[in-house]
C-alpha cells in the first residue's frame, strides 16, 4: 500500500493495513497493543486478520504484556497464523522492552527508597521462575556502585554465603548495601530464613562498618521492603 496517499477512508482500508496506517497518521501512543502485535506478525491467515490474530494470543494471557513476555517460541508457534519468524519477531521485542526498562530504572543511580529498588529490580528478577539473591553495594550517598547476583536456586529458595556479600561490599569500598531477593511464588511474606538471613547480615555490617539499608523482596507485581516494615 502506498502510504503518501491518505485520501481514501480507513474503513475501505484493509484491516490489516490500519495499524500501519494509524501509527503513521496518529502516532504510536494511538495503537493498542493488539495493533502493535499486528504490526509485528505482519499478516494474519486466510480466517483471521493480524488484529485478531494478536488479540487472540493476548486473551491467552488476559492482555498481560508481562506474561507475553514469558511464553516460548513453541507457545507462540501453537496459534495456528504464528510460525518460527513471527514468534521469534514478538519475542524479540518484548525482550527490547524489558531490556529498555532496565536501562531508564539505571539512570537514576542513587537509591531513594524502597520504592525505586524495586523498579531498578523488578526488571531483572520480578519474572524469573528461580529464586536470585542480589546485593546492591553504594557509596555514602546511596549512589549504586554495582549491583551483583550472588545465587541462584530453585523455585523455593537459594543458598547465600555472607562472606561472599562483605567481600564484594570491602572489594568495591562500599559504605552501605541493599540486599534483595525475588520469590518466584508471588508471595510477599519474608520466611522465617529470610528473616533470620537479614539479621545475621545486619550484624556482621556493623562489625565491619558498612550498613544493611534493607533487604527487598520482589515479584512480578510488588514488593516487601524490611526497612518500610521496621524488620531491620
Not at 482500508?13 to 497493543?33: N, T, V
Not at 524479540?92 to 522492552?97: D, I, R, S, V
Not at 548495601?177 to 520466611?191: E, Q, T
Amino acid at each position: 500500500m502506498n502510504y503518501s496517499t491518505n485520501n481514501q477512508s480507513i474503513k475501505l482500508w484493509a484491516e490489516d493495513d490500519r495499524p500501519r496506517e494509524k501509527l503513521l497518521l496518529k502516532g504510536k501512543q494511538a495503537l493498542s497493543d493488539a495493533e502493535l502485535i499486528a504490526i509485528l506478525i505482519g499478516s494474519g491467515t486466510k480466517n483471521e486478520s493480524a488484529v485478531a490474530l494478536a488479540k487472540r494470543i493476548l486473551a491467552s494471557v488476559h492482555n498481560n504484556l508481562n506474561a507475553l513476555g514469558k511464553l516460548s517460541e513453541n507457545d507462540l508457534m501453537s496459534f495456528k497464523g504464528i510460525g518460527k519468524a513471527k514468534a521469534i519477531s514478538i519475542i524479540t521485542a518484548l525482550e527490547l522492552g524489558r531490556r529498555r526498562r532496565i536501562e531508564e530504572a539505571t539512570i537514576e543511580t542513587k537509591i531513594k527508597d524502597s520504592k525505586s529498588v524495586f523498579e531498578l529490580m523488578q526488571p531483572l528478577i520480578g519474572e524469573a521462575s528461580t529464586e536470585e539473591f542480589w546485593v546492591i553495594c553504594l557509596n555514602n550517598s546511596h549512589k549504586i556502585i554495582k549491583k551483583i547476583r550472588l545465587s541462584i536456586g530453585g523455585i523455593t529458595g537459594t543458598v547465600v554465603d555472607v562472606r561472599m556479600v562483605f567481600k564484594n561490599a570491602v572489594a568495591l569500598h562500599a559504605t552501605a548495601l541493599i540486599l534483595c531477593h525475588n520469590h518466584p511464588s508471588g508471595a510477599l511474606k519474608p520466611s522465617e530464613s529470610d528473616i533470620q538471613l537479614t539479621k545475621k547480615m545486619k550484624s556482621a555490617g556493623e562489625t565491619l562498618d558498612i550498613k544493611v539499608l534493607d533487604h527487598i523482596i520482589i515479584t512480578e507485581k510488588s514488593y516487601f521492603s524490611f526497612a518500610d516494615e521496621g524488620l531491620i
